[in-house]
């Protein structure tokens, strides 16, 4: 097996005369290539050593992507500005070797990089972003906030087989049927929850799907339930059919 050696005393600096470098080793007198130019003179400055941070900055316009850490001794969080960067995709990686807990602002937004921390940020063109899209920031801001929706949401809990569960709320009247285009093929149940509202002289009723309610003369249910081929069946028994219902599914998918 082969060692690849990435050490500065493996590193080769062209043949610069009456030059002596502080590392690495010339290459034998004769010129430069511009292709020795290129990777030997221009392209270690695209991937400089951390800058370290150790007090309040602002930093210039960012040309290369960039790394910057909080050194380890600092007394007081400290606080970075970040200049815009000169091209799309530009990224910079801070790191937080403090036993504080830093802040960096970009724009109009700030973050706080806590002590043995790091956040990555790319350059969009108008912006610093951490390179999440806007449709799985939503995704994580339901997950956190638990929220219930008509749209499906991804919750914040996961199964003992370790998938994420997901949640859909299903609105509308209750009829007895088969109904198609309420939840496709292929989920992993876990729970149908909900109720239907049966209005009353004396008030709303709010009977439980899935769970028999006993009259002094009958007994009445209504039920879900949901099959992998792609179809959500509904039943009654008693007096609810037409009225408002809300439907809750849980469930986890096969493809995650």
């Known amino acids: 097996m082969a060692t690849l050696d990435l050490t500065l005393d493996s590193f080769e600096v062209p043949a610069l005369s009456e030059y002596i470098p502080p ?32 007090e309040n900055s602002v930093t210039t316009r960012i040309e290369y992507d960039a790394k910057l850490v909080f050194f380890a ?14 091209y ?28 043995g921390g790091y956040i990555k940020l790319k350059w969009n063109g108008s912006a610093w972003s951490k390179g999440v899209s806007s449709a799985v ?43 198609t285009d309420i939840l496709p093929e292929g989920l992993i149940m876990i729970s149908i929850t909900g109720y239907i509202k049966y209005p009353q002289d004396s008030g709303t009723r709010y ?20 099959n992998s081929t792609g179809y959500v069946q509904f039943e009654v028994q008693g007096p609810f059919a037409g009225d408002d219902s809300v439907i809750i599914f849980e469930y986890t998918k096969a493809t995650d």
């Open 23 to 54: 590392f690495g080793h010339k290459k034998q007198e004769g010129g430069l290539s511009t292709r020795e130019v290129n990777n030997n003179i221009m392209m270690p400055f695209l991937s400089m050593r951390p800058t370290i941070v150790t």
């Open 73 to 86: 001794n600092l007394q007081n969080a400290v606080n970075l500005d970040l200049e815009k960067a000169s």
């Open 88 to 115: 799309i995709g530009c990224e910079i990686l801070i790191y937080n070797l403090s036993a504080h807990a830093c802040t960096v602002n970009k724009n109009t937004w700030n973050y706080t990089v806590p002590a």
């Open 137 to 179: 920031q939503a995704a994580i801001r339901d997950a956190v906030a638990d929220r219930y929706s008509t749209t499906e949401t991804m919750t914040n809990k996961t199964w003992i087989d370790g998938k994420r569960i997901y949640r859909r709320v299903w609105t509308g009247t209750y009829n007895e049927g088969r109904y």
């Open 207 to 226: 009977w439980v799907i899935n769970a028999p309610q006993n009259t002094a003369a009958n007994t009445y249910f209504a039920s879900v339930w949901y």
